[in-house]
Structure formats: C-alpha cells, structure tokens
C-alpha cells in the first residue's frame, strides 16, 4: 500500500480544468497522486469536506523592508501575513529596505535573511535606477524575478525613479538578459506638476490628492513605455494597474504581439475614493483608489479577463508615518497594507460576479506562475507540481481585525471588512504552515526561488 507523507481527503480541488471532488496525495513536498478515492495511508490526514482546494497564491509585488527597515516590515512578519491569506510564494520588491536591491551583493544578502526566516517561498525582483545599468546582468545571473522602475517620483532616495535615457538603457539591456521589466507607471511630470499647483494653494484634502495623479497620468506612462519597448524588445508587466484606459493601451499592445502583461490589485477592486475620504491616510496609495465608477469598470475588466493576474502591492510603514496629527494627506507615506487578502478578495469578487473558481486560481496562482518562469514546479495542482496549496471555506465568513491580522502592522483599509469566504489551511511544499486559519508555530520552510 502506497504511504504518503500526507493526504487531503473529499475536497473540491480547483483543477485547471475545473472543480472536482478528489483526493491529493503529498510525498517529498511534491503532489504525488489526485484521485477521486486515494487508496494509501499518510503520516497526516487532512479532512477537507466542505472546503475547497486551490494552488497556492504566488503574490508577484509585496514590499518587505528587511534588511534596514525591517520596523516597517520583514520576513517573519511579512510571511506569516502572506501564508494566513493562502499565499505559498511571493515576490520581494527592491525599493524600501537598506540597502536597495540593485546590487548583486544586496541582492544576495536579502536573500540570505529571507532563507532564515521566510515561512513561504519567495522571489527578489531587482531594480533599475540611475547608475546601476552595470549591475543588472550580475543581476540576472544571480537569479531575480525581474527588474522593478518607477516612472514617477518614489519619495525615496535609495530608490529613484528612471529618467528616459536610463529607461531606454535599461530596457535594452533587460531585453538582452532575457528579463521582464515591472513599471510603476505614472507620470512624474504630471504628478508632481499638478502637487505642487494643489501644495501653493494649500489643497491638500481627498480629492485634491486624487485630482495630482489623475488617469491621465498613468495612461501617458504606459504608453510611454510601450513606445520605449516597440524600441528595444523589452517584455513588460504592468503593475497596479487602476484605470481602464491604461488596460486599453495595453491591450491594444498585446494584439500587436508585444511581450507585456499586467497587475491590478485587490483594493483598487474593493475599495474606491470613498473609503480616502473616510478613512484618510491609512487608504493613500499611488496609484490613488478611484470613484465608484472606475472601480466598476475596473471589475468588469477582470471579468473579462484583461488583468494577468492580481497583487496585494502591501506597501506597510509605521503607523507615526502615516498619522493624520503629524501629517496631512500629500504628506504621509503612500501604500496600502493588506498583504493577506488578495486570495480572499479574488474569491469575493468571484462569489459575487459569477467568475468561475479556475479564474481565481489563473489570476493568483498559474498565470504568474507561467509569466515568471516558475510553471515547471508551481502554480497548479497536479501530480509532479510542488504540494502548494490554499484550502478555503467558501461559505465561512472572515472578518479582519487587529488580531487576526498577522501584519507587524494593524492599521489597515480592510480592517473591519467582511469577506464571504475564509482560509483554512495553506500548505507550503507538503508542510502544512496555516491551519484553522492559524499560522502554526513551526520551522521556516521557505526558500528563494529562481526563475
């Protein structure tokens, strides 16, 4: 008789194909058999009546700050965060900790750390700025994801945003590597033209931040970029995307047959102005939550299956950062905190708009997966693929608070929201790591992955 390390027995298992009842044998972190009625014996049972399986989510832009700035957020924090929200990979951004990863050297010691203490696995992309272009095919050769610039001003200075000549530079040479280039695309020139028009005037409530980075903005940079990768052949991927209109550029550039992709993220679907007019700080990012009506337009896009894949972009700091008697809206930091709920967010929107699940698990499991060149051991259930796996109860409601938010920081937008739908376990590489939707206190088993 064969024995497993563990089996997953009577879940709905979202398949590539479709849901179906089965059983999932695990062995050597790998899934080794999907059966309908697995005969065998494990180490470990899992009792997954009533629940539904899905792959892992591979969370492809959160910002973890370690090393420099690991009080913001780290990868103790930061992985239990992502492993409570069914995430068993994410990708590192470069900017935010100290030093910046635009380095071979700093790239190497951000991973060393986040073999020590990550709970899941996870990718480092690398950055472009002004000055590294040397540095990206060591880089490349050391393994990162991709390369990460931002088109409009970072608000810091061990990551600057490119200029043109550094952006054409760049991309070409990211193109020659064989590389992906993730853009913040938003235009500088515009943005902070129309901030310092507002900061003169003294304008500085919701609707004056929103009315500095309009859609405009953003649409100019996207397109600015395809122009630049028609140029140079460099592969693209757009992250948090907020606009419809930047969606049609990009559209329109794939069926040209250009190499580009794009991200939006769970809060820009969830949420809109409204909740920066209520709420303040704690809901500014850049690109800003849109009114109501974008926002929609913005559902019926993922719908309709012109978003790749989504992201959380958990952009965390220090509350004192962000605290509306030091700081008004156009002077606290920018970011959205909410790591741990893109997959829970995907399943709302699915539950609410009749998406089937398999749609849920291409947007946060396959679809990076095969953009990232990681296909060949994640992003799906089936026999030979790594054991990765979010296992949720659709019909179990989850309401986020303080204490069941494993972020080193509390305040958030979602706390306080209700998703229909909750998590019950994740299992990284066969290691259960989140059951009951807790995270177990057990030894990191992450580990860097390379394209």
């Known amino acids: 008789m064969e024995h497993y390390d563990l089996i997953i027995r009577n879940g709905s298992a979202v398949l590539p194909e479709g849901v179906a009842q089965v059983d999932i044998g695990v062995k050597d972190g790998k899934i080794a058999a999907i059966a309908s009625a697995l005969e065998g014996e494990a180490t470990h ?103 990460k610039a931002f088109l409009s001003t970072t608000g810091n200075k061990e990551f600057e945003a490119v200029d043109d000549m550094t952006l054409l530079t760049g991309m070409k040479k990211i193109a020659a590597l064989g590389k992906i280039l993730a853009l913040h695309s938003e235009s ?139 700081y008004n809206l156009f002077q606290a930091w920018g970011g959205i905190s909410g790591g741990q709920f893109t997959l829970l967010s995907a399943l709302e929107l699915a539950l609410a708009h009749n998406i089937p699940l398999e749609h849920v698990a291409a947007w946060t499991a396959l679809n990076p997966a095969r953009r990232f060149e990681l296909a060949d051991r994640k992003g799906i259930i089936a026999i030979g693929m790594d054991a990765d796996l979010a296992i949720v109860n659709l019909n179990e409601a989850f309401t986020v608070t303080e204490e069941n938010y494993y972020a080193k920081h509390k305040q958030s937008l979602y706390i306080g929201h209700t998703f229909p739908s909750s998590l019950a376990g994740t299992i990284v590489r066969g290691h259960v790591v989140v059951q009951d939707g807790k995270v177990l206190p057990s030894i990191n088993e992450g580990s860097w992955l390379k394209p």
């Open 45 to 147: 049972e899992w009792n997954a009546t009533g629940q539904h399986i899905l792959p892992g989510m591979i969370d492809v832009h959160v910002h973890f700050s370690e090393p420099g700035r690991e009080h913001w957020e780290g990868f103790t924090t930061g992985s239990a965060m992502m492993a409570a929200g069914g995430c068993t990979t994410f990708f590192d951004m470069p900017l935010n900790g100290i030093p910046s990863t635009v380095t071979e050297e700093a790239l190497l010691e951000k991973a060393r750390i986040g073999n020590e203490k990550s709970l899941v696995d996870f990718g480092l992309w690398g950055g472009l700025v002004p000055g590294n272009e040397d540095d990206l095919q060591p880089l490349a050769e050391s393994g990162v994801i991709g390369f």
């Open 188 to 326: 500088a020139a515009i943005t902070n033209w129309l901030k310092a028009e507002k900061e003169a005037a003294g304008l500085v409530s919701a609707d004056d931040y929103l009315e500095t980075r309009p859609i405009l903005a953003e649409v100019e940079a996207v397109e600015r970029a395809l122009y630049y990768s028609e140029i140079t052949g460099c592969a693209l991927h757009f992250v948090h995307i907020s606009s419809a209109a930047a969606v049609a550029k990009i559209e329109a550039a794939k069926a040209r047959g250009m190499n580009v992709t794009v991200e939006t993220c769970a809060h820009y679907l969830l949420f809109n102005h409204d909740s920066l007019r209520e709420k303040g700080t704690i809901a500014k990012c850049a690109p800003p939550l849109r009114e109501a009506d974008e926002q929609q337009r913005l559902i019926s896009l993922l719908a309709e299956g012109k978003f790749d894949m989504l992201s959380s972009d958990h952009s965390p700091c220090p509350y004192d950062m962000k605290d509306p008697k030091d």
